[in-house]
């Protein structure tokens, strides 16, 4: 029987978080052994119209890329944008999770990396027991699994947010009117209030958060049927019981996270021993927790070993680094400036450190091997002894330097007649967004940016680009349109859409 459980999904967009590219490099940074990127095999459960599976699929020609999703009209979009692009490494299927295994399972052999976004929470506990297991099953030895669910403490406060949007959206059909309508009733119960207490600032806190989310987050995440948030502890139990086991998070807390401060650190010790489990579970606590995107894998049978829960820069020489920050003088003499893509910047003086950014800013957005960011900061002091590793780690832990297992077809330098991805191109003839190579979304918000991308195929130079714009805008300037091309093109390379 089909059951609707996931009936609300999320519409497509690229999840950087879930590239096998960084989920291998979260697991070697934490002492596991993946398989390569280059030849994975991957599975995503709840794929939807498989906007997170094509682009990896066309953008790793080795990988075998398998997802399936209980909705049937999803999966048929995205079967005619596989049929376009005529990818074969790429398999997408109707199913419902209860039955996968049990009639296809077989077929389907061990998967490297399996990805179930945005169902754990989110349906009864039977689909639940089913999507830990049957991920246990499909897991190859070395596999790694990810999982994002809503976590607690913090999802109570969200909770209160929920029961009440439902109870005012209660009979509405529309799911975009039961947003608008359930996010307007937070802000009269704030109002209503007349006080400036706990509970008005979490209405309020709560009304500003959903504010500015995409109604389709909201129908998916707080008015679904099911809303299910766990403990961490009780997460890792789950996972337990089926023979996985915890690795990692998805991504390292940011730089601000309560979990990198001393005074921190001593007063988990005590509170929750020497488990580092027990410890994290404590941190949540501390960061009010809402949300978690967990790294599993296969339970560690050998008695000898242990798992490393903290990340190691002794496994750095195995990967890749890249950075998107731009330089610029700084504010104090002899320090450089880098900026993040959001704005975020930091003045640094340390000449390694600058040595490093200034070496990947050159690269990007490609990566560098350890040896590579060696020969091209020679002199700088950098080394990649236990002083530049530890390096390294600081500045991924400060965001301005990101980990890779993997380098993405991308160009540095933009040839003369450049080409853009075709899944891209393809995608922005749907929507004023797009996937990169690096698998991240890109806005294409600049009204000749679509069009321009479009022509992108590797069959024009600059002039021919030129003249089938002017077509398109025939008001418009051809010196204007020739300087708007370079800048833009630019841009393209920028963010990973124009490939090698």
């Given amino acids: 029987m089909t059951t ?17 590219g960084n989920l291998a490099a979260m697991a070697i940074l934490h002492g596991h052994n993946p398989e390569p990127v280059e030849n994975c ?12 599976l094509i682009p990896m699929a066309y953008a790793i020609p080795g990988g075998r890329f398998t997802g399936f999703d209980l909705a049937r009209l999803p999966i048929e979009r995205g079967q005619q944008r596989i049929d376009e692009l005529g990818l074969t490494n790429l398999r997408l299927f109707e199913a419902d999770i209860l039955n996968v295994g049990l009639n296809v399972g077989p077929e389907l052999g061990q998967f490297d990396y399996i990805i179930a976004h945005g169902i754990y929470a989110w349906v009864p506990e039977p689909v639940r027991n089913r999507l830990m297991a049957l991920c246990a099953e499909l897991l190859a030895p070395n596999g790694v699994a990810f999982f994002s669910y809503n976590a607690l403490p913090g999802c109570h406060m969200r909770r209160i947010a929920r029961d009440a949007m439902l109870f005012r959206t209660e009979g509405i059909a529309d799911a975009e009117e039961r947003v608008a309508i359930g996010v307007e009733f937070l802000q009269f119960l704030h109002k209503a209030r007349g006080v400036d207490d706990a509970y008005s600032k979490l209405l309020l806190g709560q009304y500003d958060y959903l504010s500015e989310r995409e109604p389709h987050a909201t129908i998916h995440d707080e008015l679904g049927e099911f809303y299910h948030p766990v403990t961490f502890l009780e ?8 023979g996985l086991d915890y690795l990692c998070e998805a991504a390292l807390p940011p730089p601000d996270d309560p979990g990198y401060r001393s005074e921190v650190q001593a007063a988990l010790e005590e509170t929750a021993g020497p488990d580092p489990l027990r410890q994290e579970q404590a941190l949540d606590y501390v960061r009010a927790r809402i949300f978690r995107e967990t790294l599993l894998t296969h339970a560690v049978t050998d008695s000898g070993s242990e798992r490393i829960l903290d990340p190691n820069p002794a496994y750095l020489p195995h990967l890749l680094f890249a950075s998107v920050a731009t330089s610029s003088p700084g504010a104090a003499p002899h320090s450089t400036r880098f900026t993040l893509s959001t704005g975020a910047h930091t003045d640094i003086n340390h000449p390694a450190a600058v040595a490093v950014l200034r070496a ?4 990007w957005p490609l990566a560098l091997s350890l040896d590579e960011l060696c020969q091209q900061t020679a002199g700088s002091g950098f080394a990649s002894d236990e002083t530049g590793l530890r390096l390294i780690l600081r500045l991924v832990i400060s965001q301005l330097v990101e980990l890779r297992a993997w380098n993405a077809p991308a160009v540095r330098v933009i040839s003369t007649q450049p080409r853009a991805s075709a899944s891209a191109r393809q995608e922005a003839r749907r929507r004023a967004r797009t996937s ?17 991308l479009d022509l992108l195929d590797g069959t024009r130079d600059r002039n021919a680009l030129a003249d089938a714009l002017q077509a398109v805008f025939p008001d418009e300037p051809r010196h204007e349109l020739v300087e708007e091309i370079e800048s833009d093109l630019q841009f393209l390379a920028r963010t990973g859409l124009l490939e090698a």
């Fill in 4 to 20: 609707s459980y996931d009936a609300v999904a999320y519409p497509g967009f690229a999840f950087p978080r879930t590239h096998p």
């Fill in 41 to 52: 095999r991957v599975l995503e459960i709840g794929c939807g119209e498989g906007a997170n």
């Fill in 235 to 242: 997460f890792v139990g789950h996972a337990r019981s089926q």
């Fill in 360 to 363: 990947l800013e050159a690269a």
């Fill in 436 to 452: 990169s190579l690096l698998h991240t979304t890109v806005m294409l918000d600049k009204p000749r940016l679509r069009p321009l």
